[in-house]
């Protein structure tokens, strides 16, 4: 093991959408950077998408998830010589006294690191429901069943059951049949579809009932899943569904833990489905070292964590002394409120002001907090 | 589970076979996949069993932060399994209760 404290001018945590964004952005601007992803390969939640992204045209808009990632890694290859990745590496820890931050890679591999800035893109990790049985082998997470799917091409289970018509619910269920597995239904505990009606409307047409106001009362199997007992919460009937794998879409946390170690002022804001940090129009948090960008500032989606992302990557070299063209964080701006303007995102947009440290959608400084 | 053969939108390479055990038992996965996708297309699902209740678990995250798929792998307790990639010749257990690795085999890790 090698005791000595590497250096890096800006360390990214997390190679997903947000942070592969900031990497690009700040090693085009000039910096040297180093990401660090968990996963055994970069890309995020990215690489899992086959359906063609909406969003705006600057954020590959028509163009499927996984050839996305492929296009951020082009950009950042361009500048190869200043980034470094290593995947399989976990961030265990931050030391606020010193800056230091400690690495895992694999089981048992350590090393530390010194950076002058960090960009914390972690994402967001999924929420469990309590029923009897939740812990049965065959629930799994809706991220997961992607993993399994599209990543390593291994089919989850034969048959099923899908808790969640959010967004993530019913892309996951449309992916399972495009894997060739069946999807039994679609549970959502509210009175109406959580996610977009093309997403929802591409499923019905496939015969898939998306089950309103109702919910899952227990898993069923001894030692792995072997069903489910549903509950209409209109009134109260219970039936039973056959399935092999129940997949829970029930919504994400910000994956917050390091910036809380960061010292970072947090704040529970429910619109941003966690505690996530207070930060500046240009994604500083209030450790001035630190910037966070993607799902780990709150629970949004893809295009807009990839906005953040070269926001922070920009305003990260820019703080080094790197010169940045000052016109870009305006041109991001709109972006971001093009994305944030429809009505679906009226709760991002009540969530981001709680969390504004000056002035969210305007007003900008770039010397922090007042 | 079948690995998938046929997808409209992906193509999945499937290749560098490797052979590994699981509880003993000869498998076929693709190096350097994790340890759990090779599981789950060899029909495995319970990985872990817990200390108190043995109750039985399996893949949950796959993003190595819920614990769910601990299992020991070449003697080590408590491996991610899920982005753990595989290795040609891994011995894979079933994890009973929290494992445990002998002062020995510590000392012999070092």
Same mark, same amino acid.
């Given at each position: 093991?090698?005791?000595?404290?590497?250096? @890096?001018?800006?360390?990214?945590?997390?190679?997903?959408?947000? *942070?592969?964004?900031?990497?690009?952005?700040?090693?085009? @601007?000039? @910096?040297?950077?180093?990401?660090?992803?968990s996963d055994l390969h970069l890309g995020g939640q990215l690489v899992k998408q086959t359906h063609k992204f909406f969003g705006s045209k600057d954020e590959f808009a028509g163009t499927r998830g996984f050839k996305i990632a492929g296009k951020i890694l082009d950009e950042m290859a361009s500048c190869k010589d200043k980034i470094e990745t290593v995947t399989n590496a976990n961030v265990m820890g931050y030391y606020p006294e010193d800056g230091v931050v400690t690495v895992m890679v694999g089981e048992d591999e350590y090393f530390k690191v010194k950076p002058a800035r960090i960009v914390m893109a972690t994402g967001a990790?999924?929420?469990?429901? @309590?029923?009897?049985?939740?812990?049965?082998?065959?629930?799994? *997470?809706?991220?997961?069943?992607?993993?399994?799917?599209?990543?390593?091409?291994?089919?989850?289970?034969?048959?099923?059951?899908?808790?969640g018509a959010g967004n993530i619910g019913l892309i996951v269920s449309y992916q399972l049949m495009q894997a060739g597995v069946q999807v039994a239904a679609i549970l959502e505990a509210m009175p109406n579809i959580g996610g977009y009606w093309v997403h929802a409307a591409k499923i019905r047409r496939l015969g898939v009932p998306i089950l309103l106001r109702h919910t899952i009362k227990a898993a069923l199997g001894d030692v792995v899943v072997e069903g489910a007992i549903v509950r209409s919460l209109a009134n109260g009937e219970t039936f039973k569904i056959d399935c092999d794998i129940i997949c829970l879409a029930v919504g994400l946390s910000p994956t917050a833990e390091i910036l809380w170690q960061a010292g970072c002022e947090m704040k529970y804001v429910p619109e941003l489905c966690g505690y996530v940090p207070?930060?500046?129009?240009?994604?500083?948090?209030?450790?001035?070292?630190?910037?966070?960008? *993607?799902?780990?500032?709150?629970?949004?989606?893809?295009?807009?964590?990839?906005v953040e992302g070269r926001i922070a990557g920009l305003d990260a070299a820019a703080s080094l002394g790197y010169e940045i063209d000052e016109s870009r964080f305006g041109v991001y701006e709109e972006r971001l409120k093009a994305l944030r303007s429809g009505e679906t995102a009226s709760r991002i947009r009540a969530g981001l002001a709680r969390v504004s440290a000056n002035g969210f959608l305007g007003g900008m400084t770039s010397d922090g907090f007042q | 589970m079948p690995l998938i053969e046929r997808h409209p939108i992906l193509d999945f390479k499937h290749d560098g076979k490797v052979e590994f055990t699981f509880d003993g038992k000869a498998m076929e996965g693709f190096e350097g996949e994790p340890i759990a996708a090779a599981l789950h297309s060899n029909g495995v699902k319970i990985y872990r069993e817990t200390p108190e209740m043995k109750r039985p678990r399996g893949f949950f995250c796959a993003i190595g932060k819920c614990s769910s798929c601990f299992m020991v792998v070449d003697g080590v307790p408590n491996v991610r399994t899920c982005v753990t990639p595989l290795r040609r010749g891994m011995a894979v257990l079933t994890q009973r209760g929290r494992g445990s690795v002998s002062i020995a085999e510590g000392e012999a890790r070092r």
């Amino acid at each position: 093991m090698n005791p000595a404290v590497r250096e @890096a001018e800006i360390l990214v945590v997390g190679g997903g959408a947000a *942070g592969l964004c900031a990497a690009a952005e700040a090693a085009v @601007a000039g @910096a040297r950077v180093l990401v660090l992803e968990s996963d055994l390969h970069l890309g995020g939640q990215l690489v899992k998408q086959t359906h063609k992204f909406f969003g705006s045209k600057d954020e590959f808009a028509g163009t499927r998830g996984f050839k996305i990632a492929g296009k951020i890694l082009d950009e950042m290859a361009s500048c190869k010589d200043k980034i470094e990745t290593v995947t399989n590496a976990n961030v265990m820890g931050y030391y606020p006294e010193d800056g230091v931050v400690t690495v895992m890679v694999g089981e048992d591999e350590y090393f530390k690191v010194k950076p002058a800035r960090i960009v914390m893109a972690t994402g967001a990790q999924e929420r469990l429901i @309590a029923f009897p049985n939740n812990d049965l082998p065959g629930v799994y *997470g809706a991220g997961a069943v992607q993993t399994l799917m599209n990543v390593y091409g291994v089919s989850p289970g034969d048959r099923v059951l899908m808790v969640g018509a959010g967004n993530i619910g019913l892309i996951v269920s449309y992916q399972l049949m495009q894997a060739g597995v069946q999807v039994a239904a679609i549970l959502e505990a509210m009175p109406n579809i959580g996610g977009y009606w093309v997403h929802a409307a591409k499923i019905r047409r496939l015969g898939v009932p998306i089950l309103l106001r109702h919910t899952i009362k227990a898993a069923l199997g001894d030692v792995v899943v072997e069903g489910a007992i549903v509950r209409s919460l209109a009134n109260g009937e219970t039936f039973k569904i056959d399935c092999d794998i129940i997949c829970l879409a029930v919504g994400l946390s910000p994956t917050a833990e390091i910036l809380w170690q960061a010292g970072c002022e947090m704040k529970y804001v429910p619109e941003l489905c966690g505690y996530v940090p207070i930060r500046n129009a240009r994604q500083r948090t209030t450790n001035d070292d630190v910037w966070v960008a *993607g799902d780990a500032a709150g629970i949004e989606e893809a295009s807009s964590a990839m906005v953040e992302g070269r926001i922070a990557g920009l305003d990260a070299a820019a703080s080094l002394g790197y010169e940045i063209d000052e016109s870009r964080f305006g041109v991001y701006e709109e972006r971001l409120k093009a994305l944030r303007s429809g009505e679906t995102a009226s709760r991002i947009r009540a969530g981001l002001a709680r969390v504004s440290a000056n002035g969210f959608l305007g007003g900008m400084t770039s010397d922090g907090f007042q | 589970m079948p690995l998938i053969e046929r997808h409209p939108i992906l193509d999945f390479k499937h290749d560098g076979k490797v052979e590994f055990t699981f509880d003993g038992k000869a498998m076929e996965g693709f190096e350097g996949e994790p340890i759990a996708a090779a599981l789950h297309s060899n029909g495995v699902k319970i990985y872990r069993e817990t200390p108190e209740m043995k109750r039985p678990r399996g893949f949950f995250c796959a993003i190595g932060k819920c614990s769910s798929c601990f299992m020991v792998v070449d003697g080590v307790p408590n491996v991610r399994t899920c982005v753990t990639p595989l290795r040609r010749g891994m011995a894979v257990l079933t994890q009973r209760g929290r494992g445990s690795v002998s002062i020995a085999e510590g000392e012999a890790r070092r």
